[in-house]
């Protein structure tokens, strides 16, 4: 049974950080792509960023702002979010699904975790 436990996330103001965590478990964790989403109210999920045998891809929009890792002995996935900005609030998960942008579709998403910046 595929498991992703999301945490980290929070109220920040515009320019602050945030230090997303992903466990996961269920499946080969180490040799699959993992990814981070985010969806925002009313909107479909996007993906932000994308972690492939070292290889880091990311959103136009959180390139220099995001750093993305991936820790194959604890199978956990991190998101360091910042420089936040409001447009960055949203429902944050991971998935071991390599799509950057809109449209990203997976089957167990998890609960996720809400990110908000707001002054």
């Known amino acids: 049974e595929v498991q992703l436990v999301a945490t980290g996330g929070g109220l920040v103001q515009p320019g602050g950080s945030l230090r997303l965590s992903c466990v996961a478990s269920?499946?080969?964790?180490?040799?699959?792509?993992m990814g981070w989403f985010r969806q925002a109210p009313g909107k479909g999920r996007e993906g932000v960023a994308t972690i492939d045998e070292g290889t880091t891809t990311y959103l136009d929009s959180v390139k220099g702002r995001f750093t993305i890792s991936k820790d194959t002995a604890k199978n956990t996935v991190t998101l360091q979010m910042n420089n936040l900005q409001p447009e960055d609030t949203g429902m944050y998960y991971c998935?071991?699904?390599?799509?950057?942008?809109?449209?990203?579709?997976?089957?167990?998403w998890g609960q996720g975790t809400q990110v908000t910046v707001s002054s």
């Open positions: 269920g499946f080969p964790f180490s040799t699959n792509c």
């Open positions: 998935a071991p699904v390599c799509w950057i942008g809109p449209g990203a579709k997976y089957v167990f």
